[in-house]
């Protein structure tokens, strides 16, 4: 059974920088695309950045420049390093992967199988 299990968010003031984790068991780890996802209240849940299956690492245009995504095969493990942070940065940020046939991964939420719970980033102004 696959389980994604995310850690490091917390509260911060805008400029500060946070390093979410997401450790993955159950499957083997390199071979899925993977993703961060993040969703504020009321709003829609929107990708961050991903790795997809060919492993290719992106960030989202907006993102570019304060947030970078990247793995550890041997631990098990994804990256979200987060510098430069906005109050707009506040959300719950989730773990995604698994693409669904047909999908490569990117950030459509619906491309991917598996979920965390998520992990809450405050950032105050």
């Known amino acids: 059974q696959v389980q994604l299990v995310e850690s490091g968010g917390g509260s911060v003031q805008s400029g500060g920088s946070l390093r979410l984790s997401c450790a993955a068991s159950?499957?083997?780890?390199?071979?899925?695309?993977m993703g961060w996802f993040r969703q504020a209240p009321g709003k829609e849940r929107e990708g961050v950045a991903a790795?997809?299956?060919?492993?290719?690492?992106s960030v989202r245009d907006s993102l570019k420049g304060r947030f970078a995504i990247s793995q550890d095969n041997a631990k098990n493990t994804l990256f979200l390093q987060m510098n430069s942070l906005k109050p707009e940065d506040s959300a719950m940020y989730f773990c995604?992967?698994?693409?669904?046939?047909?999908?490569?991964?990117?950030?459509?939420?619906?491309?991917?199988?598996?979920w965390g719970r998520g992990t809450q980033v405050t950032v105050s102004s």
């Open positions: 790795i997809d299956s060919d492993g290719d690492a």
């Open positions: 995604a992967s698994g693409c669904r046939p047909g999908f490569k991964g990117g950030y459509y939420w619906f491309a991917y199988n598996n």
């Open positions: 159950g499957y083997t780890f390199g071979s899925y695309c």
